[in-house]
C-alpha cells in the first residue's frame, strides 16, 4: 500500500501537462518512477475509480482524474458506490481515518 | 485603518460547473448574492483582494504541505482545472508581489506562514473571483489555509492567523478587502457529495455572523469530520475572517443547500465599524 504515491501521481497529472504527456506516451516508465503495488499500477491504467477510491485516494484528486479519463460527474459518483460494494469499506487515508 | 471590506463566500466547483442542473430560481439568488458581494467590494475601492481559501491540491500536496501560504507574485494562473468542467475560461489574474511582500513580513511577525510565487488557481479561488471579480480588475492576494490533508492548523491558530493579517493591513496605506470561502458542512467528490447538514451549516454561521469567538473555536475535528465530512474542515476559512474581524458581528446575505452543487451556498459579509 503505497496511498502517498498513487496520490502524487494523480496530483501531478492535474497539475503538470509533461506528466500528463508522459502518461500517454510512456505510461510504464512514468509509474516505475513512483512506488506502487501492482493493485494501484492497475488501478490507475484501467481505470478502477472505484478501487482507488477504497485504496483512499481524495476525492479532490480523484475526481480530476476521472474527469480526465473521460468520466462524467454522475459516472464518478456511481463508480466510487460500486468500488465501496466490490472491494469493501475505504482502507486508508482520511476517509479511514480512526479518531483517537 | 486600510481594512475596508470582509465577506464570506462558498466556492465548490458545481456552482459554475454543474450551473445547469441547479434550481434555476435558487441559483440565481445565490448568484444575485454573490455578485452583490462583489458589487460591494468594487464600491470599498481596494487596492487588493485578499482571499482566505482552502485549495484542494493543485498547488500544495503532501510532499511538502504549508499550514498556511500566502501568494507573493505579479499574476496568477486560474483555474487549474479544464476550463470545461469547471465552466470557467482560464485566464492571467494579476497579483501584486510588492504588496505581498509587506504583508508577508508583517504578518511573521506573529504568525508563521509560507509564500509562493507561483499559483495556479483551482476552483477554490476561481469561482469565487467569477462572481467577485468577474473582469479580473482588482489585484488578488491569495492565502491558503491547509484543510485537506492533515494534519491540519488548530483552530485557534487560525483565528490567530486573521489577527496576525490584519495588524499587517493596519500598518500598510493600501486599502485591502478581504474574503474568505470555505464550504461548511459539505462531502465533496465522495460518495455522499450533495450530503449537507443544514442545521449544523446554520449553528456555524450563527457563531460566526455573531463573532462567537470560543463557539466557533470550539469544534473538534473529529466531531467537524462526523457532522460536517471532509468539506466541513475548511471552517478554517471563516476562523481566520472571524480573527481579522476582532469582534465584529456581520449578515448572511444568502443560505441555501444546493445539492448539486454539493455545498450548503453561503453569502456573508462583516460590519466593519
Ligand atoms: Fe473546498
Redesign the interface.
Known amino acids: 500500500m503505497s496511498l502517498y504515491y498513487v496520490q502524487k501521481l494523480l496530483y501531478q497529472l492535474n497539475r503538470d501537462s509533461y506528466v500528463r504527456k508522459r502518461f500517454d506516451d510512456d505510461f510504464d516508465l512514468l509509474l516505475a518512477e513512483y512506488e506502487l503495488t501492482p493493485e494501484e499500477t492497475e488501478a490507475i491504467r484501467k481505470p478502477d475509480i472505484g478501487l482507488l477510491y477504497v485504496l483512499g485516494v481524495n476525492g479532490q484528486i480523484l475526481m480530476h482524474y476521472a474527469a480526465m479519463r473521460d468520466y462524467e460527474w454522475d459516472e464518478y459518483l456511481a463508480a466510487m458506490r460500486k468500488g465501496l460494494k466490490d472491494h469493501g469499506p475505504v482502507r486508508a487515508g482520511l476517509y479511514a481515518t480512526v479518531w483517537e | 485603518m486600510s481594512l475596508v471590506y470582509a465577506g464570506a463566500c462558498s466556492h465548490a466547483p458545481g456552482i459554475t460547473g454543474?450551473a445547469e442542473r441547479a434550481d434555476p430560481e435558487l441559483r440565481e439568488s445565490f448568484y444575485k448574492n454573490f455578485r452583490r458581494l462583489g458589487q460591494e467590494i468594487h464600491d470599498a475601492k481596494p487596492d487588493a483582494l485578499v482571499i482566505i481559501g482552502a485549495e484542494?491540491?493543485?498547488?500544495f500536496?503532501?510532499?511538502n504541505m504549508p499550514a498556511i501560504c500566502v501568494g507573493m507574485a505579479d499574476h496568477y494562473e486560474s483555474p487549474?482545472?479544464?476550463e470545461q468542467?469547471l465552466g470557467i475560461q482560464r485566464t492571467r489574474v494579476p497579483g501584486n508581489a510588492e504588496l505581498s511582500r509587506r504583508l508577508i513580513e508583517r504578518i511573521l511577525q506573529s504568525s508563521d506562514v509560507a509564500y509562493a510565487e507561483e499559483w495556479?488557481f483551482d476552483h477554490g479561488v476561481a469561482v469565487p473571483l467569477n462572481f467577485l471579480t468577474p473582469d479580473y480588475d482588482i489585484p488578488i492576494i491569495p492565502v491558503n489555509i491547509n484543510c485537506?490533508?492533515?494534519p491540519l492548523i488548530p483552530l485557534h491558530r487560525a483565528y490567530a492567523f486573521g489577527q496576525a493579517l490584519r495588524t499587517a493591513i493596519d500598518g500598510i496605506p493600501e486599502r485591502i478587502a478581504v474574503v474568505c470561502t470555505g464550504g461548511i458542512s459539505h462531502w465533496?467528490?465522495?460518495?455522499d457529495?450533495g450530503k449537507i447538514n443544514e442545521a449544523w451549516d446554520r449553528e456555524f454561521l450563527d457563531r460566526f455572523i455573531n463573532n462567537r469567538r470560543d463557539e466557533i473555536l470550539s469544534y473538534t475535528?473529529?466531531e467537524t469530520?462526523r457532522d460536517a465530512g471532509?468539506g466541513g474542515f475548511e471552517i478554517r476559512t471563516f476562523i481566520a475572517l472571524a480573527g481579522l474581524c476582532g469582534g465584529a458581528t456581520g449578515e448572511l446575505y444568502f443560505y441555501a443547500p444546493i445539492p448539486i452543487f454539493a455545498v450548503g451556498c453561503t453569502v456573508a459579509r462583516m460590519n466593519l465599524s
Open positions: 454543474r484542494h491540491f493543485a498547488n500536496f503532501m510532499d487549474i482545472e479544464d468542467w495556479k485537506q490533508g492533515p465533496p467528490a465522495t460518495p457529495s475535528d473529529e469530520y471532509q
